[in-house]
Each structure stands twice: as C-alpha cells, then as structure tokens.
C-alpha cells in the first residue's frame, strides 16, 4: 500500500506558473504508475497526466496539453506536476494517484491509491 500527499497548491494570477509535488510512502514507488487528475466544483474529476514508472512515457489530458509537465524522481519518492500558463479554468482540487497495472491509466477506476487533494486557484 501507498500513502499520498500533495503539496503546492495555492492562489495564483492567470498567465502564472505554479508546481505541484505529491510525495508518497513506502520503498515501491517505483513500482507504480503515477497520475494527476483533477475536480472543478460541481464537475467529475478529470484525467490531466500520467507518467510511467521511470518517468520515459507520458500522457495528458486534451485541456492541458503543451502547459502542464509531469515528472517523478524516484530517489525521492515524489512526483511532480508544472503548470505553466494558468488560466482561471484549471481552477480544481488537484489529487494525484497511484496505479499498480502496468501501462498508463486515464480513468479514475484505472488508480488504486489516491491522495486527499490540494487547491489551486486561479483568478482572472
């Protein structure tokens, strides 16, 4: 089993950048596929990035596509989410995930492990 906690959010300005960490527990980080999603109030949660075990294949969602970078470092347990060019619609509560299966998951059912979420707001 893993223990998620994301870190980072915040209040920012459209056009800003801000990055996310989600640190996780255990020596089998490594083991496991690694995902972003997100939930706008009254919206689902969303896919926004996903990153293999050693961070060579990627995968994001349409809406945040060419702004968003997701990477891990494994020494450290963490992976991380860059978000470049906000906009007042990447408004959400962020949540990372964790996923035992092989090959990168987009859904939510995809994700064995989930973190409580963090905020990040951005105003026009």
């Known amino acids: 089993q893993v223990q998620l906690v994301e870190s980072g959010g915040g209040l920012v300005q459209a056009g800003d950048s801000l990055r996310l960490s989600c640190a996780a527990s255990g020596r089998t980080f490594l083991s496991y596929t690694m995902g972003w999603f997100r939930q706008a109030p009254g919206k689902e949660r969303e896919f926004v990035a996903a990153?293999?075990?050693?961070?060579?294949?990627?995968y994001y969602g349409i809406t945040v596509k060419g702004r968003f970078a997701v990477s891990r470092d494994n020494a450290k347990n963490t992976m991380f989410l860059q978000m470049n060019g906000l906009k007042p619609e990447d408004t959400a509560v962020y949540y990372c995930a964790a996923r035992r299966a092989v090959g990168l998951g987009v859904t939510l059912k995809d994700y064995d492990y989930w973190g409580e979420g963090i905020q990040v707001t951005v105003s026009s």
């Open positions: 990153i293999n075990y050693n961070g060579v294949n990627t």
